[in-house]
């Protein structure tokens, strides 16, 4: 109506406008063509197509009666608009299709599961007796588990039938064999030192949390020619009297753990041990070395030489605090364990 309004008084001043020959719109002062292009510019913007249209064709009209540029309505503002009408009806009909394609999708699915609700409904029954059963059995479990001495909350030694095989393993919290750690034909558990006693073959091993083995001796007295040179770990915890012979020393290279706990008490004095102290850095591979309980209060400081020193236990001895920021201090790169 707007529009009609506005060409109808445009007729009324064509007398004097049809003087004004063909000329731009801008220039014949023909408001209503600014509005209507003004007008359809705006509706394109915000792609309303359809209404884009409209106006243009208007601005058409009004270029006619101000008797301005035919021209004046660029043709690819209404071919744009024309096009667009065209391809948003078009994206109707498609959505439209695919639409009756999802509903007939979610037919056929609502029939088919209305014709399996009872072969569900007995799934379900079935699922709730096996969780039951699941649930019975895990927390049996549970107790077996809780019923083993885990290191560190880790680790526990177990004994059983393991591929038609009766030997020692370890096993999580879970109760799932930790297979890192190898199967035994004897085994320990872990103790406070980090290491379980395993063996096999007729031959002893210390092992530690990350499946690492070490062949063991548990006396000076077992290092044989034949033996000493796989010798990866000295036990000689408790042991009295602790003497290094020079051989074993200059043979024993590749020892890499050491362990020379004393018992407590007066069993932990052991004069041999101290002056044996010095012979010990000639293990120039050793990683691990514990004197734990062995009276000790000062380090001599050329412990400086064990290069590959990873752990040092000095628990239980009677370092003051200033020998323990001493000790520190010399071996900054050892976990030390006082």
């Not at 209404?78 to 078009?90: D, E, L």
């Amino acid at each position: 109506m707007r529009r009609l309004i506005s060409l109808l008084l445009l007729l009324g001043t064509t007398s004097f406008l049809a003087a004004q020959g063909n000329i731009p719109c801008k220039e014949a002062k023909c408001p209503e063509y600014q509005t209507f292009m003004e007008q359809g510019k705006l509706y394109m913007a915000e792609e309303k197509y359809l209404e884009a249209l409209t106006e243009f064709q208007a601005a058409q009209v009004a270029a006619r009666i101000c008797d301005c540029d035919t021209y004046a309505v660029p043709a690819e503002l209404i071919n744009a608009s024309a096009n667009a009408i065209v391809a948003q009806k078009q994206a109707a009909i498609d959505a439209q299709a695919r639409a009756q394609k999802a509903e007939g999708r979610a037919q056929t699915a609502l029939d088919q599961v209305s014709a399996n609700e009872k072969a569900l409904q007995q799934a379900l029954k079935e699922i709730k007796v096996a969780k039951a059963e699941a649930e019975a059995s895990l927390q049996q479990a549970k107790k077996l588990v809780n019923a083993f001495y885990f290191y560190a909350d880790r680790f526990a030694l177990a004994f059983g039938e393991i591929e038609d095989r009766k030997a020692y393993y370890f096993i999580d919290k879970n109760g799932d064999e930790a297979a890192k750690l190898g199967r035994w034909t004897k085994g320990e558990q872990f103790d406070y030192s980090g290491f379980a006693e395993v063996g096999k073959d007729g031959i002893n091993y210390l092992l530690d949390t990350m499946g690492n083995t070490y062949r063991v001796a548990f006396s000076v007295a077992e290092l044989s020619p034949d033996t000493l040179v796989d010798i990866r770990a000295l036990d000689l915890r408790s042991a009295f009297f602790i003497i290094f012979p020079d051989d074993i020393i200059t043979t024993l290279t590749q020892l890499e753990v050491l362990l020379l706990d004393g018992r407590g008490g007066v069993f932990s004095v052991d004069p041999f041990l101290k002056s044996n102290l010095s012979k010990i850095v000639h293990f120039q591979k050793l990683k691990y070395l514990s004197l734990r309980d062995r009276e000790l209060d000062s380090l001599p400081m050329y412990f400086i030489l064990l290069t590959n020193l990873e752990f040092l236990d000095l628990s239980g001895n009677q370092f003051p605090e200033s020998e323990k920021a001493r000790i520190k201090a010399f071996l900054p790169n050892v976990n030390i364990k006082f």
